[in-house]
């Protein structure tokens, strides 16, 4: 087409301008936001990090602020951005880069804006002891806001969908049935569909606006309900959004309504033809649904393909024509053959889904027998995991720390199921890894199919993995829990400690302006006892972790015990900070007070400034100020400097204190001082230089001539400090010499500091002088620094020679004070000596033991009294002698109080020895008596072990017999109680007829109690049913009653593994209600009962310790055993063994006590402690027969033991034995008979056949009747066999 006609070129250059404004503001307005950005994400990275590392709550504080601070900035930019893009899009086209530009930044605004909220709600959670309530407070406040806001909104909403379904439902019945075109009943509905379209419109915009303020309020609240709050406004926000696009078509429905009329017909033909295809392609997607549940049969696939393959092609050519229609159609019409084609392509999108899944199938069904072994082993591996996870039932009882013998078995079994999965998991894993390289050799589609099944088997795999790396994890960390318990404990413990003790010790830390000298003398007060007590709650926290280390065994072991390690560092750490912040209390107390002054310096010095800017500005408005007013300005100007040089260096000095309290303090007391030293700086550099120098000048001279004054005068205190010296008094009192020296080395100090300051005043001035511009004004100013200068020399001289003096003098009067020293120490060794002199002669051996002990601790106090002074005045000597090497004048003082001091120190020596020749007597003799005391209980520790042991060495157990066959006379009256139907009285009844049965009944009714019941076990001999009766006649009064006969059925437990106590006998619907402890009695409440859900016996008890009652398991159903019962050989057995391992351990401990004292005395070779030695070294053998003895007694009770269990075990079986002997006896009675009759005819052959028999030889041929023996012989044969 042509060129149309240039454009104005005002209007280009205006083009041009407005361009660049937009370009401009939107650099700005980027440049604004990122910055804004920026600062929160730098602050979101400090709470993070402060979060992490459990930052202090001040701390947490202020990043709250700097938060909230820098999250008002970028809600602030946020909104100037908005309004930025608002007025770019009134530009229209100049503005669209703009608003393009900036609509980038605002998504990523809000996203930076809801994650400063979100850490800002963190910090709240963390500050302050009501913070979590002050969340839950706000949580439950900003819920409330958001239903009401949710209950206006969401009716809006509605309202306006209500608005748009109102208009489709005007709209529909025109666009089906039309009035005539052009007709008045038309153009009334058109009018009436576009004005309720309008009012619809007006709704949306209302909702709109409402959420849009809602959201911004829903910004400020707290986390959780913020989110929730997003969440529903964002639904409504795409509500509104369907009913604006809903609404669009009606918003211009009169102008197209023809064109509308028109397209509805050709859409109406559309949609039939999609609806008929749409029911094919439903019919097979409903075929294909079986696919969703597994692999379909071949039949089942070929049938849903011959259904959806004619629909896929009906869909397609239905799609073709929409889109030839959709090339001419007017816009009124574009978007509902949008809808029809996107209905077709769905529809399309979904017969392919079909056909493809179908194929899918086909493959599937080659693939199918891939996975089924798969399936078999990973199945396997997951089951081995369940038999885990049944192992490790025993810690899930909710007993924490299960007892030694359960937790060991319970560990044992979980250790080797976890073997057992790990073995079958390995197996599934590498058929899995066989699997998918044989999957590779399949068609793409199926490879992947088999690669996802594979995968899936794979990662049920990995997950069986995980739990049982879980599972074994878990298995350590239990063994673990035991030996960490008390060490967690005894962190925690410090860890409290610590921390209170930092809650104290914070003050230390603190802004000093904003801390009392009260809070810091409380803090003093209260920081010893808590340091003390968090020390020593580390020390035994230290020692549980040491002892836990050494137990630790692997590395789950030692890395808990590394985290334990951590934690005690981190609180040891805080501990030593705060110990040293402790330190600076003092100082903090004497800082302050040094900040006060100092701070009044600077006052002073500000005043002294402001005092010279005041002076300066008469003198600078007129030409020739007079003397006075020049001499008083240069006066200030001196004493403002002088207060500015003074107060700097006294700064100087506190600032080099390694207080940090102190330090920022004082740093800012420096900087103050700093601004008045520019004040004055200010002042010198401006008005004129002739008149400034003038008065400066003749300033310096002034203070120049009081400095060197003040020199003078401290001249004349060194003259009056030295004058006790000049009185011609050789040597001084000591006090007096001492005095006279401080106060000299006084005077002589400020003297020198006076002169330092005079000198280095007249040097800084003189220099300063020289650069002054007036060369001939300032040369006499210099004249008088350089006279004054002589002076101060003249007085440098004086304070050496002085200083010369005062050193000599104070050699001597130190020397003075060592000779008293040494005077002293040999008073004190004089004491010693007479204390020990009723110690050192032939009288002292009548001395009692306690006078010689009073004399020895009085004697050794004094020794020690003297001991101190002779080294004290050693030391001081040491020191003198040093100080006084190349004097010679003194070298004969020193050697004499040197020998002075040697011979108290060897009298000292000699005092001290005759003490401790007294003491090691002493001590010999109480040790020999400690020792035969122990001794003598070695013989009564052997007899108490012996009686202990008499019933069952001397009596053979005899009693404990009788109470096993009590035990098995309940057995068995109890069995035959359940079978008869009888209770424990009914039996008492059949015993005795209901009444108290006598001793001599008793043992009747034991005699006939076998046959009655059946029991042969019962049968005793009449020995021990009289021992029965007196057993069960407890109160010995001849008569068993009902209670006492009761007692025979009595049961008692002893608990060997501690246990849970409920309070049913069903364990699934029981409730804890106490634990039995190793080692507690029971007694039986009831029967033995067996709990059918779990198969395991228990049974109601009474605990004797306590009084609880409660049910408890016998045994376990892994086979451990909670309770055994109690009999009495095994009460007596264990009370046996306790007492003979008190006995041995008390004799033990006597050899101990004599070989420890044996080895102590080795050194000593003579003397009364030698002599004990050997005394003692004469009883080892003694008492090492006694422990003989003892280990003799516990061998003969290991050997009674085993012969009472043979002797147990066979009255036990005794009515077996006797059984067995009758039938024998009774088989073996005609067998007797037949064996005597052989016997007895065989000894008859024997005797007919002795003559022939006993011939031979000849005497054969004499024997008379031969032939009538060896008849009679055979004849009697076969009667005899």
Known sequence: PPAGPPPPAGTVGAAAAGNSAVAARTKKATEKAEQAEKAVQATITKVKAALAASKPAEELKELQATMEKEKMALIEAQKSTTQEVNEFRKLGNAGKQGVTDLSKLLPKMRQTQASAVEQINKLKSHVGPNAQKDSKESEAKHTKELEEGLAVTKDLTSSAEESVMAIATMAEPIMSNPPPEGSEDLTKALDEVEATAKEAQDKITEARKAITAKLTEAREFQMEVRKKAMTEYSALQTKLSDAQRKIMPFRTFKRDFQAKVKAKQALTEFADKLNTAELEVEK???????????????????????????????????????????????SAVREELNVLKDRGNEMRKKCEGVLNTMKSQKQGISAQQMAASVVEKVTAAEEALSACQDAEMPFLKGIEVLPAEESNKAISDCETAAAKADAALN????????????????????????????????????????????????????????????????????????????????????????????AIKDAMEKAPDLEKEAVAAMTEAKKEVATKQREAKGNTAMTAMQKLQGRLKVANDELMKNKKASTYGDKLIKGKEALAEEMGNVDKAEAEVAKVEKLAEPVAAVDNPTDEECAELGDAIVSAQNSIKATSKSVESHLGVGVPPLKAAFSKVADRNKKVQERLDKVLGAGKKGLRERALGEAYVREGKKKTAQVDSFVEKVNEAELPFLKGIEVLPLMEATSTIENSEKAAQELQQSISEARNFIAAKSVELRAFADKEKTKPLIEELTNLTGRINGAAQKHSAFKKDTDARKKNALLQEAAEKISQAEAEVEKVTESTAPLDDEASEALSTEEAAGICEKAGAQAKLAQEAVDASRAFLTTRQN????????????????????????????????????????????????????????????????????????????EFLVAASLRTLAVALQSYGKEKGLDLEGLFQEAGGGKAIGEADFVTYLEKLPEV?????????????????????????????????????????????????????????????????????????????????????????????????????????????????????????????????????????VITFIQQKGNELTAHNTGPLQ??????????????????????????????????????????????????????????????????AAEARSNQISSSAEALLASKGEDVLKFETPSSVLEEVEKMVPEAA
Request: proline share 2%; glycine share 4%.
């Open 427 to 518: 197996q599934a894993k590498t058929l899995i890894r066989t699997k998918q390289s044989d999957a590779r050799k399949f068609p793409k589609e199926l490879q992947e199919k088999a690669n996802k099944e594979l995968t899936q088997l794979l990662a049920r795999a990995d997950a069986c993995g995980k739990k049982i790396a879980d599972f074994k994890k878990e298995t350590n960390d239990r063994k673990l829990n035991a030996i960490m318990a008390e060490a967690v404990e005894a962190i925690k413990g410090a860890e409290m400690k610590v921390k209170a003790h930092a809650e104290v010790a914070k003050v230390f830390s603190e802004d000093l302006n904003s801390v009392t000298e009260e």
């Open 883 to 958: 100080e006084n090497k190349g004097v010679a004048a003194n070298a004969e003082t020193v050697k004499n109080l040197q020998a002075r001091l040697s011979a108290a120190s060897s009298a000292l020596t000699k005092a001290k020895k005759v003490v401790s020749n007294r003491e090691h007597k002493f001590v010999a003799k109480k040790l020999m008596h400690e020792v035969e005391e122990m001794m003598s209980s070695l013989e009564s520790e052997v007899k108490a072990a012996e009686t202990a042991s008499a019933p069952l060495l001397e009596k053979g157990g005899e």
């Open 1013 to 1149: 019941i059946g029991h042969p076990e019962v049968e005793f001999n009449e020995e021990r049913r009289s021992a029965l009766a007196k057993l069960v006649d407890a109160d010995g009064d001849g008569q068993i009653s009902l209670a006492e006969f009761k007692a025979i059925f009595q049961l008692k437990f002893v608990c060997v593994t501690g246990i849970s106590m409920t309070d049913v006998l069903q364990v699934s619907v029981s409730k804890t209600t106490g634990k039995v402890e190793t080692g507690e009695v029971m007694e039986a409440l009831g029967p033995i009962a067996k709990d059918e859900a779990t198969g395991m016996e228990r049974v109601e008890v009474k605990v004797l310790s306590s009084g609880k009652q409660g049910f408890v398991t016998l045994k376990g159903n892994q086979g451990t055993t909670f309770l055994q019962e109690s009999s009495p050989f095994s009460d007596f057995c264990t009370s046996l063994d306790k007492t003979l391992e008190e006995r041995t351990a008390a004799v033990r401990k």
């Open 284 to 330: 097979a997607a409903m075929m294909g649904i079986a696919a969703e549940s597994g692999q379909m049969s071949e039949e089942e696939i070929i049938a849903c393909q011959k259904v959806a393959e004619p629909a896929l092609a009906a869909v397609t050519a239905a799609i073709k024509e929409i889109e030839l229609k959709h090339k001419s159609a007017q």
């Open 1171 to 1236: 002599e004990a030695k050997a005394e003692i070294n004469k009883l080892r053998p003694k008492a090492q027969a006694h422990a003989a003895e003892l280990q003799k007694l516990k061998t003969k009770v290991v050997a009674a033991k085993k012969d009472f269990a043979k002797a147990e075990a066979a009255e036990k079986t005794a009515h077996i034995e006797a059984k067995e002997r009758k039938e024998a006896e009774a088989i073996l009675k005609d067998c007797n008979g037949q064996v005597d």
